[in-house]
T-cell receptor
Framework: ETGVTQTPRHLVMGMTNKKSLKCEQH?????MYWYKQSAKKPLELMFV???????ENNSVPSRFSPECPNSSHLFLHLHTLQPEDSALYLC???????????????FGPGTRLLVL | GEDVEQSLFLSVREGDSSVINCTYT??????LYWYKQEPGAGLQLLTY?????DMKQDQRLTVLLNKKDKHLSLRIADTQTGDSAIYFC????????????FGQGTELSVKP
C-alpha cells in the first residue's frame, strides 16, 4: 500500500458515455498527477496539480478534464472518449511539485480503462 | 532532449543476479529512480539515487550510476520469482520542476 488509492480499478465505457476516475492520497501531499500508461509506450504525464492549482497540462485532449477540489483528491472526468484512449490511468502524489528540490512521487494502483 | 532507454526483456534463473540497464540523455538530471510494476498494479518506488552519487545499496538492490556515460543500472541479488515484474527507470530534472521522464520498462522474468 502506497497511501494512494484509485477507483474504480476497472472501467468499460462506450464512446458516448461520461465517467469519472477518482484518486485519493492519504500522505499529506500537496501535489497530484495523472499519467497514462499504454501498452509498449513509456508513461505519459497528463496533468499536474500543486496546492490545488493546475501547473501542467501536457497537451491532453479536452475530452479529459481534471479536477482537484483539495490537495487529497484528484478526479479525471471522461467524455466522448476514443478507443485509443484505452489504457491504464495512474495517479501519483508528492509533497510538492515545481520546486528546485526533487519530491518523490508515489503511485496508486491505477484504473484500467477500456473504451468500446 | 529527454530520452530514457531500457531493454524490453530480461530472463534469469531463480537465485541468479539480475542486472537491468538504463541510459538517459539529459545531463541536468537530479534524481534517478527505479520503480517496479507487478501485473495489474501501479508503480512501486524501489529506490532512487541522487545524481552526485555513483552507488547506492539497499538490501538485495544495488544501483550504479555512471554520470559520464549517462548509464544507470539496477542489480537484484538472489533474484526470486516474486521479483518478476516490469522495472521502470525514470529521471527528473531540476529545471523542469521535478518532472519525471520514464523509460519503456524492462520486463523481468524469473524462472524457477
Amino acid at each position: 500500500e502506497t497511501g494512494v488509492t484509485q477507483t474504480p480499478r476497472h472501467l468499460v465505457m462506450g464512446m458516448t458515455n461520461k465517467k469519472s476516475l477518482k484518486c485519493e492520497q492519504h500522505l499529506g501531499h500537496n501535489a497530484m498527477y495523472w499519467y497514462k500508461q499504454s501498452a509498449k509506450k513509456p508513461l505519459e504525464l497528463m496533468f499536474v496539480y500543486n496546492f490545488k492549482e493546475q501547473t501542467e497540462n501536457n497537451s491532453v485532449p479536452s475530452r479529459f478534464s481534471p479536477e482537484c477540489p483539495n490537495s487529497s483528491h484528484l478526479f479525471l472526468h471522461l467524455h466522448t472518449l476514443q478507443p485509443e484512449d484505452s489504457a491504464l490511468y495512474l495517479c501519483a502524489s508528492s509533497r510538492t511539485s515545481g520546486g528546485p528540490l526533487q519530491e518523490t512521487q508515489y503511485f496508486g494502483p491505477g484504473t484500467r480503462l477500456l473504451v468500446l | 532532449g529527454e530520452d530514457v532507454e531500457q531493454s524490453l526483456f530480461l530472463s534469469v534463473r531463480e537465485g541468479d543476479s539480475s542486472v537491468i540497464n538504463c541510459t538517459y540523455t539529459d545531463s541536468s538530471s537530479t534524481y534517478l529512480y527505479w520503480y517496479k510494476q507487478e501485473p495489474g498494479a501501479g508503480l512501486q518506488l524501489l529506490t532512487y539515487i541522487f545524481s552526485n552519487m555513483d552507488m547506492k545499496q539497499d538490501q538485495r538492490l544495488t544501483v550504479l550510476l555512471n554520470k559520464k556515460d549517462k548509464h544507470l543500472s539496477l542489480r537484484i541479488a538472489d533474484t526470486q520469482t516474486g521479483d518478476s515484474a516490469i522495472y521502470f527507470c525514470a529521471e527528473s530534472m531540476w529545471n523542469q520542476g521535478g518532472k519525471l521522464i520514464f523509460g519503456q520498462g524492462t520486463e523481468l522474468s524469473v524462472k524457477p
